[in-house]
């Protein structure tokens, strides 16, 4: 799941805390929480889901939402805290509409390249974020703009405050970026610009993703033959229509395993599939572990210390 956020107008920071802690805390702030991990390891639980963040990592917290610090064995660990309010409030996005406001996204630049009317000159209203980011391999970035917002909110004066707003848009864009990078990379392949009929193709793909796709009905709604969309998409993804179908299908059945408790005979049928065991199986074939077994592993991700079977190979 993603969050939106309001970046126009520029979002407020109203207070930085550097803390060392490894007490229990309760809290639901009336303002926005970006958490920073400098040193050491702690559990943050929202909504019953525990979150273990380590050094290099950051929490969203949305106003009003509950959580619950707990320390890790008993050690200290050191933090940063933006408290920070947008225009909008902070709200949850599902995939569906995130895949749309791409889909838009991308149609809106398609037409401004191709009328050369400025069209997609605006800046972009919101940024999407993950709540959990593990910016580690960010550092050299993101530190950076964190030490800079730190730093403009100890300097009271105007230009520093828009300094502070400023900064804090920056290190959202930059963790959002990352965090969309990932999102497109397992929904909207990247590699440059597509043919107009591929592009259709991936497009309706994403957005139909509960439904049986069928490469007929494929074809008519991107208005070429069977032949030629195949080799649309093996010369430039170096995969079978089928084969993306069912590797997009996996992506999605291994989010359901993680954010719902939908048996796996329910995600096959939701996913249009008619056969759960021929769900099973290609999930199996795709992943190296059954989606039972994918279930576990992402819930008990933080108490299992052996590779997967994918990370053996």
Not at 210 to 226: G, M, N, R, W, Y
Request: net charge neutral; proline share 5%; glycine share 4%.
């Amino acid at each position: 799941m993603f969050y939106r956020i309001s970046a126009q107008p520029l979002p407020a920071v109203s207070e930085v805390d550097m803390l060392v802690r490894k007490t229990v805390w309760r809290c639901a702030d009336k303002r926005n929480i970006l958490v920073y991990v400098r040193e050491g390891s702690c559990t943050f639980t929202i909504h019953s889901k525990d979150y273990i963040l380590k050094k290099g990592q950051f929490l969203l917290i949305p106003a009003e939402q509950p959580y619950v610090r707990r320390p890790l064995d008993d050690t200290e660990c050191s933090f940063t805290y933006l408290h920070f309010t947008t225009a909008e409030p902070i709200t949850l996005v599902t995939r569906e509409e995130l895949e749309a406001y791409i889909t838009k996204r991308e149609e809106r630049l398609e037409r401004s390249i191709a009328s050369h009317d400025g069209e997609d000159t605006a800046a972009e209203r919101y940024i999407f974020l993950t709540q959990f980011t593990d910016a580690c391999d960010m550092q050299e970035t993101v530190l950076p703009l964190l030490d800079g917002v730190v730093a403009a909110f100890h300097q009271n004066e105007y230009y520093s405050r828009l300094s502070l707003s400023l900064g804090l848009l920056s290190l959202l864009a930059t963790l959002g970026k990352g965090a969309m990078a990932e999102f497109r990379r397992h929904n909207l392949p990247a590699g440059g610009t597509y043919p107009p009929q591929l592009q259709r193709a991936l497009f309706y793909i994403n957005k139909n993703y509960k439904q049986k796709i069928t490469i007929e009905a494929l074809c008519a709604h991107c208005d070429v033959s069977p032949q030629h969309l195949i080799r649309l998409f093996h010369k430039h993804l170096g995969t079978t229509p089928i084969q993306f179908i069912n590797r997009n299908k996996i992506f999605h059945a291994i989010e359901m395993l993680r954010a719902t408790d939908l048996s796996v005979k329910e995600i096959s049928y939701e996913l249009g599939f008619d056969n759960p065991n021929y769900f099973s199986r290609l999930f199996k074939k795709e992943e190296k572990m059954s989606p039972s077994d994918t279930r576990y592993r992402i819930r008990n991700y933080h108490h299992l210390h052996i590779p997967s079977p994918a990370e053996k190979e």
